[in-house]
């Protein structure tokens, strides 16, 4: 409904712009801001003051008069307030919003027909997932899921680097070392925490063994290099051996989250296809192609870059970033958007390569970045393991145990005996402890760096996912107690924690159109956190299940409830994260 509501008011304030013969390009529409009585404001009249040369909430006055709201389904009154212009709505707002909020489907676009392939992730398959990179799956998932809900066809993918230095070191360690020469046990039982011995123990050897030994090793990590750039079938599936095993236990720990992935695409795919050659020699052609020591590179200076991007070797190999030039070239054929979930430490390379891009002649502009800051751990149990980081897998099962002690910690004898097993227990302390990680994470802005912090991010009361999973769990208890009426009147529902309840709902569509917009999946965390201020508000001031409540009324607020009930489910499933059903 607020997207419809929108569109009519840029309609009707268009029209009041050109009845007064002044521009129409940025109608300054927006949320009111605090205080202000309306469901959409527009601060167009603080870009026109100068142009009329008079103050904001005289100009918003002759727009509001200018305004001819007739024949609007949506649109009721507009009128001025200070320097904005305010809307307010008719019945058939709320009305239709009612009906909107109880489909199971509600906040999702039409769809648009457009194809956007999201990468994320994309940790090199070396060992477990680290948890300094868990802001990547966990805001490249919500990027997704968030372009899903808009209305678009989305394709997510893992880029897996499998032939650089790092593989070619691992390859030839799980080649060379026995069992009993790697010194430790496995940390848990999955197969990369098993391997990932393997790739320690060679790097250890290649720093620590003596001159002879390490220059025979590096010969024939430099064997497995050649091979992999030369397209060897025997070299590419020696390699590949050990990154399936790898990558496969790294997608066990993703699911946790949950981060899945459609395509898994192999860095080695552009060399084997010849696309890697092809572009090199295509870059050399350049004028922006110089040889130094050997070394092919790229002058970028017309582009803003001093540093020189190197694109091939002077033994002739690739780098990574001129196969990732070749990927790119892929994704653009494949697909009318690409949008990359890259960390702040990729920032460079991620310019550089959307400069080489151009220069080859693509149109970079279906080329997006989400670019996001590390996330800091609290001290304690979480600092380290064995000298070796934080694994995900940490980070999550401490979040689950803590999860579970503040929910045993809710829970009476008797609700324990009489309505929540063991198992309830556990499922409900797995929805919200990976639920509060997820939330604490995506619900920051990406470019800032965070401290993960538990006591907020398990805040059952304040600004986290619990908080708003305990508002889902609520809105369910009420409507399990009773059946969902087929119809209700909207008009019925005068109390204000109704109308600012289901003003919130209204915004859920247009909330989403944004978020997808910007690439900003904060901004449903922050709705989800306010809309659950609101039904909590509802919630304590309009009784649902009274016995003394008129019927009719009790439908309408029933029907408020189911339809907070699916706003909040949906918010939080766009957020990956699992809205249960009872807590």
């Known amino acids: 409904m607020f997207l419809a509501l929108r569109s009519e008011v840029e309609s009707a304030l268009t029209g009041a712009l050109e009845t007064l013969d002044l521009p129409t390009d940025d109608l300054g529409i927006e949320e009111p801001p605090e205080g202000v009585d309306a469901v959409v404001a527009s601060s167009v009249a603080f870009r026109l003051a100068g142009e009329l040369g008079a103050a904001p909430p005289e100009v918003a006055a002759r727009i509001a008069d200018a305004v001819e709201a007739d024949g609007y389904e949506y649109v009721h009154e507009v009128r001025a307030q200070g320097p904005y212009v305010n809307v307010l709505p008719t019945p058939a707002y709320y009305a239709d919003t009612l009906d909107a909020g109880r489909d199971d489907d509600y906040g999702e676009l039409p769809a648009t027909g457009e194809d956007v392939l999201v990468e994320h992730t994309s940790a090199n398959p070396t060992g477990p997932v680290h948890v300094g990179r868990a802001r990547n799956p966990i805001v490249g998932d919500a990027v997704a899921r968030l372009l899903d809900y808009a209305g678009h066809d989305v394709t997510t993918e893992y880029y897996v680097n499998d032939a650089g230095r790092q593989m070619a070191v691992f390859t030839w360690a799980y080649e060379t070392f026995d069992e009993d020469e790697l010194g430790s046990d496995p940390e848990r039982g999955r197969v ?165 891009l151009e220069l080859l002649g693509n149109d970079t502009d279906q080329l997006e970045n989400v670019i996001y800051s590390y996330v800091n751990l609290p001290e304690g149990k979480m600092s380290t393991r064995r000298g070796t980081g934080i694994d995900l897998d940490d980070l999550l099962d401490e979040a689950i145990q803590r999860a579970r002690e503040e929910v045993e910690k809710r829970l009476d004898d008797r609700i324990r005996e009489d309505d929540i097993d063991a198992d309830d227990v556990e499922r409900i302390a797995e929805q919200v402890g990976v639920g509060a990680v997820r939330y604490d994470i995506v619900s920051k802005q990406p470019q800032k760096a965070i401290t993960f912090e538990w006591d907020e991010a398990l805040d059952f009361e304040a600004q986290s996912a619990p908080y708003i999973q305990y508002a889902h769990a609520r809105s369910c208890g009420i409507l399990d107690d009773t059946e969902t009426p087929e119809e209700a009147d909207a008009s019925l529902l005068e109390a204000d924690a109704e109308i600012e309840l289901l003003r919130e709902t209204a915004r859920f569509p247009g909330v989403v159109d944004a978020a997808a917009t910007d690439l900003e999946p904060h901004q449903i965390a922050t709705f989800a956190r306010e809309y659950a201020d609101a039904f909590n508000t509802f919630y304590r001031e309009c009784p649902v299940l009274a016995d003394d409540i008129d019927p009719a009324v009790r439908s309408a607020r029933l029907a408020l409830v189911a339809s907070a009930r699916n706003t909040l489910a949906n918010a939080l499933d766009v957020l990956g994260i699992e809205a249960p059903t009872s807590m």
């Not at 024939?220 to 050990?242: D, M, N, P």
């Open 192 to 356: 990369e925490y098993d391997l990932v011995r393997y790739y320690r123990k060679g790097n250890a050897y290649l720093e620590d063994a003596d001159p002879d030994a390490v220059e025979a090793a590096e010969d024939e990590i430099q064997s497995i290099l050649q091979g992999l750039e030369a397209g060897e079938e025997e070299t590419y599936e020696r390699v590949q051996r050990v990154v399936d095993q790898v990558l496969g236990g790294m997608r066990e720990c993703l699911l946790r989250l949950p981060a899945e992935f459609d395509e898994f695409v192999k860095e080695t795919s552009f060399m084997r296809d010849g696309s890697t050659t092809e572009l090199a020699e295509r870059l050399q052609d350049t004028d922006e192609a110089v040889l130094e020591e050997g070394a092919w590179q790229l002058d970028l200076s017309e582009w803003g870059y001093e540093k020189k991007l190197v694109f091939l070797r002077s033994d002739g190999t690739s780098l990574y970033t001129t196969r990732d030039l070749a990927h790119h070239e892929w994704k653009f054929e494949a697909y009318d958007r690409s949008v990359t979930v890259l960390g702040e430490d990729h920032k460079l390379q991620a310019g550089q390569l959307q400069a080489a």
